[in-house]
């Protein structure tokens, strides 16, 4: 499967992304950078930012590391965890950080936090499968 490489710019033209105000910022070596500001589409019914914001978030600032859908490596998401440690308000900016943690031939784990200011919102855990493994 031929994947396009991603960069700052075609990630931020993904439609989900553009709808949701979510911005790549930072493509690392082994890590990715993402933000979004909480605004009125994004809360729930008690009137801050919904879970699946963030969660959402979580699982899309893991496909962005450099050696990833930067370089071409299709992947999709196994598995999510995401633990929710405050509630968001509108107004407030969220940076979630992607780290990779283990990138073997066909799995990718990454750990991820999601702040906004100094505080610790979320954080999380993905394994993707790599859908074009090499055959070296």
Do not use: W
């Not at 750990?111 to 100094?118: L, N, P, T």
């Amino acid at each position: 499967m031929n994947v396009p490489s991603a960069t700052i710019e075609s990630i931020n033209a993904i439609p989900l992304l553009k709808t949701l105000g979510i911005v790549a910022e930072e493509i690392g070596d082994r890590y990715a950078v993402m933000r979004v500001t909480v605004d009125e589409r994004h809360l729930n019914y008690y009137g801050g930012a919904h879970g699946g914001l963030i969660a959402t978030l979580v699982d899309t600032v893991c496909f962005f590391p450099a050696p990833l859908l930067p370089a071409g490596l299709a992947v999709t998401t196994s598995s999510l965890n995401v633990n929710y440690l405050r509630a968001v308000q509108p107004g407030e900016t969220l940076v979630a950080r992607s780290e990779i943690v283990h990138l073997g031939r066909r799995t990718v784990s990454l750990r991820v936090a999601v702040h906004s200011e100094e505080r610790l919102i979320a954080q999380g855990m993905a394994t993707l499968i790599v859908l074009n493994p090499s055959t070296d």
